[in-house]
């Protein structure tokens, strides 16, 4: 999806939110139709999926603004920092106790992003990596939020399209004040964004409803090995030393907490 969001070009970065969200809302609603499952929305989780959409929305934005800004693998990696903001925000809202492991992984993850953000007054990416670090904010609560929805009961399908469904009425006035106009291409190409983004939702919206998010963290950071590579081959970028440490000390720390966590659920069911 990040990779097709840069491939279309110099457009407002809410112009390609609203579009990127638009396809994945036809293709959420197809699928209720299909499943032949009702849209409901119940008061006992209505806001769940209120604040799912604020925050995924408002991140999803951030992180398109850095993708256009960035380096596609830093954006990216920037944004594979929601797992570490969720564990954080999993203690008050889910009540999920985080482990010593967690904790300390959570402390190195920040640490590796500091590597990629470099916030020293002449990196002028500075501000554009602050903006990527709030959309992995963004990213991490809104996966805290669909965990406790569907926990509650709340179906994929009606999560994905009140998500899209918001955002593109978050995004169409600044869409429709600041419209440039698009070529046949751009256009496939924003749709391309739009059906990988729904693919992308609807497997990590499943993976939430069934496993916490300690456990999910590490299959998340294989979409940076793709942007790195996209970026490389196709937009001839190349990742800085100082990034390149940086993922090495955040996708490390994933792979420790994740290998950990699942040697522990071996020991239980010994």
């Known amino acids: 999806m ?35 499952q009702k849209f409901k929305i119940d008061k006992e989780f209505g806001w769940d999926i209120f604040f799912r959409c604020l925050f995924g929305t408002t991140g999803l934005i951030a992180n398109f603004y850095a993708i256009d800004k960035l380096a596609l693998a830093d954006a990216n990696m ?3 920092l929601s797992p570490f903001f ?27 992003a500091l590597f990629i953000i470099r916030p020293t007054p ?76 729904a693919v992308g939702q609807f497997a990590i919206t499943s993976a939430y409803k069934f496993a916490p998010a300690k456990k999910l963290s590490v299959f998340d950071y294989i979409q940076v090995i793709f942007a790195a590579l996209w970026g490389i081959i196709f937009l001839k970028e190349s990742p800085t030393f100082l990034s390149v440490i940086g993922y090495v000390i955040i996708i490390g720390v994933a792979f420790v907490r994740w290998e950990k966590a699942r040697i522990e659920e071996k020991k239980q069911k010994a």
């Open 2 to 36: 990040t990779f097709f969001v840069r491939l279309a070009g110099d457009l407002p970065t809410m112009q390609k939110a609203f579009f990127r969200n638009a396809f994945a809302l036809v293709i959420a609603i197809a699928t209720l139709i299909i499943k032949r």
């Open 78 to 80: 920037l944004n594979k």
């Open 86 to 112: 969720a564990i954080i925000l999993s203690i008050p809202l889910l009540k999920e106790k985080p482990s010593k492991t967690d904790i300390i992984a959570t402390v190195i993850a920040f640490i590796g």
């Open 122 to 197: 002449g990196n002028m990416g500075l501000i554009p990596s602050l903006i990527g670090l709030y959309g992995g904010f963004g990213a991490g609560c809104a996966y805290v939020f669909v965990r406790r929805a569907t926990k509650k009961g709340a179906a994929t399908p009606v999560i994905v399209i009140c998500f899209s469904l918001f955002s593109c009425m978050l995004t169409m006035p600044f869409m429709v004040f600041n419209y440039v106009h698009m070529s046949v291409m751009q256009i496939l190409i924003l749709i391309a964004a739009g059906m990988a983004a």
